[in-house]
């Protein structure tokens, strides 16, 4: 496997690609999750950006929103 330069992660297809995860933090609970970069190409394809504020459009957190409080306060971490 051979790197390109300037290396970006902008898609998830490329974040898949080039074989690292993706983490997100709940500011609200502080819950952590390690997210299935796979599942989420399936998902939401590979050309779905995979910046921060693409992100917070489609990741909310389950407890938070089972519980009624603010679900989409979720800040990406890279692995």
Same mark, same amino acid.
């Given at each position: 496997m051979t790197t390109k330069f300037p290396f970006t992660e902008d898609t998830l297809g490329k974040k898949l690609e080039a074989g690292t995860g993706l983490s997100v933090d709940c500011l609200t609970c502080r819950r952590k999750a390690v997210l299935d970069?796979?599942?989420l190409v399936k998902r939401f394809g590979p050309d779905q950006p995979c910046l921060h504020w693409d992100l917070l459009k489609i990741l909310y957190c389950?407890?938070?929103? @089972?519980? @009624?409080?603010d679900d989409r306060n979720s800040l990406r971490t890279m692995r």
């Open positions: 970069v796979a599942e389950h407890e938070c929103r @089972g519980a @009624g409080r």
